[in-house]
């Protein structure tokens, strides 16, 4: 019989500093506020290079999702990599949705990026940035960039973007066999709860938990992993509330009807066309993603225009495209070099 370990002991003062040394390390890359709006929130990151390339770069996450996966912790942070690489860096953060915020729609998304990108464009000084969208953020910064008139995009990074609704399989087939009446859910919730949002993700790969046990178990002497593998822990269930009104677009119109690559998604009562996007495009997916499978992501760089445009396929999972020893080895600094040229 295993002897218990205190790092892994709930009730023990030894986890008890640990997970005070994980929150103490997250999220601590240099920043300002810049903007708010509501409960959003705009971040410049501070530069930590003598030279800085010209254009800028706006991150965006998820509406349900806590940002500070870009930013977990020194060493294992994506803004910290980019910054010491020399990039001037601003962040969306959407802030935790409240009941007041049920009638909160993908256009009011949409509107909070273009504010943001108003924002970016007079703080830097520069009139175009690179936008980079990671999972629903992708989504969002995808519409944006075919809706735009602009012309303030300069590059368009995305990261795990679902695009196709039938390539969602188990969530198209939960919402188009009466498993799960998602119009009965906002109307009984207004903003569906976290919990159910974190349950969600539960359900597209039940064992995960169970499986990351046991690579705990084999792992305990090891306080360092311990620490990073609690981290993502926390982060995968610190999901958000999801305003009813953009949880029943994004339902119906993105993975019911598929109206995003038809090109029928309505926002403002105009129709965003992926075919409008031409800027330079980066596609980056992860090979074993349980979230955004390949089969809903794929389709977004045969859709845009754009002559300068990429897809890669990374080995590793949702997460580990923006956090983990792969990103920290390979996908980001694969993602700077092609950043730079563009980025002049």
């Not at 936008?131 to 008139?149: I, Q, R, S, W």
């Not at 196709?164 to 009466?178: C, R």
């Not at 178990?217 to 306080?223: A, F, H, K, M």
Request: contains cysteine; hydrophobic residues 45%; glycine residues 8%.
């Amino acid at each position: 019989m295993m002897a218990p370990n205190p790092l892994l002991d709930e009730h023990s003062a030894e986890f008890a500093a640990l997970v005070q040394e994980m929150v103490a390390e997250t999220a601590v890359t240099p920043k300002e506020l810049v903007f708010a709006q509501g409960s959003m929130r705009l971040y410049h990151y501070l530069p930590q290079t003598d030279d800085v390339y010209r254009v800028p770069m706006l991150l965006v996450m998820s509406m349900v999702s806590k940002p500070y996966i870009f930013d977990l912790s020194p060493g294992q942070s994506f803004i910290e990599y980019l910054v010491a690489q020399g990039f001037d860096v601003y962040l969306v953060d959407w802030g935790v949705a409240r009941s007041e915020h049920k009638d909160f729609g993908v256009a009011d998304y949409l509107d909070g990026i273009s504010a943001c990108i108003g924002e970016v464009q007079r703080h830097s000084g520069e009139s175009q940035l690179t936008l980079l969208g990671y999972c629903l953020g992708g989504v969002l910064t995808a519409l944006h960039a075919a809706l735009d008139t602009t012309q303030a995009i300069k590059n368009l990074l995305q990261v795990a973007t679902p695009i196709h609704g039938p390539g969602m399989a188990l969530q198209h087939k939960l919402l188009t066999s009466q498993g799960l009446d998602p119009d009965l859910l906002v109307e009984t919730f207004g903003v569906v709860p976290s919990h159910m949002i974190e349950g969600a993700f539960q359900v597209l790969r039940p064992l995960q938990k169970a499986s990351g046990q046991a690579l705990l178990l084999n792992n305990t002497d090891n306080r360092e992993f311990v620490k990073a593998h609690l981290r993502l822990v926390r982060w995968g269930e610190d999901a958000l509330p999801f305003p009813g009104k953009a949880f029943r677009e994004l339902v119906h119109d993105l993975v019911v009807q598929d109206k995003v690559v038809k090109g029928e998604f309505e926002v403002h009562g105009r129709k965003a066309d992926l075919n409008l996007i031409s800027m330079p495009v980066l596609h980056v997916l992860a090979e074993h993603d349980h979230v955004v499978p390949f089969a809903s992501s794929h389709p977004l760089v045969e859709l845009v225009s754009s002559r300068d445009k990429e897809e890669w396929v990374i080995k590793g999972g949702h997460v580990s495209l923006v956090a983990g020893v792969g990103a920290v080895t390979r996908t980001w600094p694969r993602m700077v070099e092609w950043l730079k040229p563009r980025s002049l």
